[in-house]
């Protein structure tokens, strides 16, 4: 059980072995490498928590601490588990074993536990749902801000192709304000597969694009949708237009397009809308 008084171990050097996996961490971020990842601030390591105390699939390998930051997560280290270390360092010493000032004192090194698959994952949504898929998002910022969109406004999963960027890379966490650790997520296969996989399991596919040939307002409402953005330049590849329904936002003449995590936002909130779901 967690450990309601837990005692941290005190970093004096920066070499010492038992923070190895902070060490350098703007460089070698732990994306990929055994779905480690890093986890920044209160906030963060607060849905970390949650996640590790509920069962969920996230978890945390070790945290580390500003000393002067310990006794305000107190409540925060209470949930997990009292084989998790939880070290404590001086100004100097954690800065010059993170080297980077984003964390405002709270690290830890998260883990995914058994990732899901894409059929996994859809079999596991209700029957009434909204769902984001992604295709060639590299922008890690506008990966983290289309979570955050997710979770403010009900989406039941995030489904992001292979050419997408980890939404597990400490910024998109960052910006997500740990929404990344909180709405189901898979990252697997080409945009194809993905979208007849989600077809297959009866979502009305709503393409967003500033070509689309529907308006937003106009969607009709479905027990099951499923908004799918590409990257920012390019927008949805001509096959995916092609093969879905598509719908604009409106706005006026003279701008291009809307950056993809807005335009998202906007999207999800109105759809959300018509559904019940906000």
């Not at 010492?16 to 996996?21: E, L």
């Not at 536990?113 to 506008?142: K, M, R």
């Not at 909180?182 to 296969?189: E, K, M």
């Not at 945009?191 to 689309?212: H, Q, T, V």
Request: charged share 20%.
């Amino acid at each position: 059980m967690p450990d309601t008084d837990r005692v941290a171990e005190r970093i004096t050097d920066p070499a010492d072995p038992r923070i190895a996996a902070f060490v350098s961490i703007r460089e070698r971020d732990l994306t990929g490498r055994h779905n480690r990842f890093i986890a920044e601030g209160t906030v963060v390591l607060r849905m970390l928590a949650a996640s590790a105390a509920g069962g969920g699939p996230f978890t945390a390998e070790a945290i580390l601490l500003l000393e002067n930051r310990l006794a305000g997560v107190a409540d925060i280290l209470a949930q997990f588990e009292d084989t998790v270390p939880v070290f404590v360092a001086d100004a100097t010493v954690f800065n010059a074993i993170a080297g980077f000032d984003m964390h405002r004192g709270v690290l830890a090194i998260g883990m995914r536990q058994s990732p899901q698959t894409l059929e996994g994952l859809l079999s596991t949504l209700p029957d009434e749902a909204l769902i984001l898929a992604a295709c060639g998002l590299s922008n890690h910022d506008n990966v983290g801000s289309i979570f955050r969109n997710a979770a403010a406004f009900g989406a039941s999963a995030v489904l992001l192709d292979e050419t997408c960027c980890d939404p597990l890379y400490r910024k998109a966490i960052r910006v997500s304000v740990g929404a990344v650790l909180t709405v189901p997520f898979v990252r697997q296969g080409t945009a194809g597969n993905l979208l007849a996989a989600i077809e297959g399991r009866g979502f009305a596919l709503w393409g967003l694009s500033p070509r689309g040939e529907t308006d937003l307002d106009d969607i009709p409402p479905a027990p099951r949708t499923a908004l799918v953005v590409g990257a920012e330049g390019e927008g949805l590849p001509p096959a995916i237009m092609a093969a879905i329904r598509t719908a604009r936002i409106r706005q006026k003449p003279g701008l291009d397009s809307l950056n993809v995590a807005t335009a998202t936002g906007i999207a999800l909130h109105r759809i959300a809308s018509l559904n019940g779901l906000v």
